[in-house]
């Protein structure tokens, strides 16, 4: 319990009118603790302050230890706490965790010790220029159908950083590459374009790994990436500073859209949240920017970028031919034969995953450069298979039949 100074700070702010929060907030203690001494009479106090005397607790004979800890270090947890005294006291001490926990609890309140709390400070964040950039995210929601059972939806939105004008399709299952390549050219049909730069979390739809602050994009999703020509931009989770627009559209649409609504298919939901989209989520007052997000996005939509179809052919996988003749494929370093560097010379790969190969050609004239047996894992360099004088050999025989032709063409002219 809080000492006899603290309880009369308590009650003078309580005379004053102060609010039980700002009263904490001035005194620097729990908000819980003010509430069990705000409606507590003095009569009351003295009564508590007599049988906290009465009473002894298994850990009193570790006050002055436990108390010398909090001094010095208040942000100490029970925990830490914990592991000091049977640290120092070993196996004298055989009190539980939740002694502990509920002893420090009591010295923190009773000697005005409250735990440091770590504050992040934000600062908001500059608009973007129309069309320049969205923010992406995902959830899931619980939903209930007709019959009561419980129903797992899994949500796509998308929000555009100047308008605030949303798009959102859900899932009943899992969000895999595809699904999410596909979720963004449904966004895209739906804004009429694409913006020039898209704000994720770094999720495993679309990143493999990060190494050394180089992030490694899913194979499918990189593909898409370059043939749809946006760039990406990750941040952190709960990230309100970076990425928190599109972080409120997904509460938004758990809290708003998705409750209290009855799960009747997943076709259903996809054409009532486009109605809830032009009926409320686009057409009513932003809170920020106190503007209807469909009357800006007429402007915004003149400044974004055309969208190409995803129907349409999925451009070629390229690598650079390194200098020390490797391609890197899927985070391997596949051996191509010497003398196939060219500074800017580009490979083209081509894999069959019945067969289990990878076969690297010429990005420029097609020429077969060397085949693999892909390997899996990360980190691997594969060498050159022992066939690989026929790759050497087919490249010499070429140039002979070319320098030949040349030759039998000059003679006939002569």
């Not at 509920?102 to 709390?117: N, S, T, W």
């Not at 899932?171 to 913006?195: C, K, S, T, V």
């Not at 050159?384 to 010499?396: C, H």
């Not at 070429?398 to 063409?409: A, D, I, P, Q, W």
């Amino acid at each position: 319990m809080v000492g006899t100074s603290m309880y009369t700070e308590i009650q003078k702010r309580r005379a004053l009118g102060y609010s039980k929060r700002r009263c904490a907030r001035e005194l620097e203690i729990d908000k819980k603790t003010v509430g069990k001494y705000w409606e507590m009479s003095e009569e009351e106090y003295a009564q508590c302050v007599v049988e906290a005397k009465r009473r002894t607790r298994t850990l009193d004979p570790y006050r002055e230890f436990i108390v010398s800890r909090l001094e010095e270090y208040p942000e100490s947890t029970s925990a830490i706490i914990e592991d000091n005294l049977r640290e120092e006291f070993k196996k004298g001490f055989n009190a539980s965790y939740r002694s502990v926990r509920l002893y420090v609890a009591m010295l923190r309140e009773e000697l005005g010790i409250p735990k440091p709390v770590s504050i992040r400070q934000y600062c908001e964040v500059e608009e973007q220029p129309l069309g320049f950039q969205t923010q992406v995210d995902m959830g899931q929601k619980m939903m209930t159908d007709m019959y009561g059972k419980r129903v797992k939806v899994y949500i796509f939105a998308m929000v555009m950083s100047a308008s605030r004008m949303k798009f959102v399709c859900f899932q009943d299952r899992p969000f895999n590459a595809q699904a999410f390549i596909e979720a963004h050219d449904l966004a895209f049909r739906y804004f009429g374009g694409r913006p020039v730069e898209i704000v994720y979390d770094q999720d495993r739809v679309m990143a493999v790994s990060e190494n050394a602050g180089d992030i490694l994009y899913t194979e499918a999703f990189e593909a898409y990436r370059q043939y749809a020509g946006f760039s990406i931009r990750l941040c952190r989770g709960n990230d309100p500073q970076s990425k928190g627009k599109i972080e409120r559209v997904i509460g938004y649409i758990k809290n708003g859209f998705l409750s209290c609504r009855k799960y009747q298919g997943i076709s259903q939901l996809n054409s009532d949240g486009l109605s809830w989209l032009d009926r409320t989520a686009n057409t009513k007052i932003h809170e920020t920017t106190k503007m209807v997000p469909k009357h800006v996005f007429i402007q915004e939509q003149k400044h974004l970028r055309p969208a190409p179809a995803l129907s349409a052919p999925t451009p070629p996988r390229t690598a650079i031919v390194r200098p020390d003749n490797v391609v890197h494929y899927r985070q391997n370093r596949y051996a191509v034969p010497r003398g196939t560097y060219a500074p800017g010379r580009k490979a083209r790969i081509e894999t069959d995953e019945e067969k289990g190969t990878v076969t690297f050609y010429d990005a420029e004239t097609d020429e077969l450069i060397a085949v693999h047996t892909i390997r899996y894992g990360k980190g691997n360099h594969v060498p050159l298979p022992s066939n690989a004088d026929r790759f050497r050999g087919n490249q010499y025989e070429l140039l002979r039949s070319k320098v030949l032709e040349r030759f039998n063409g000059l003679h006939g002219a002569g």
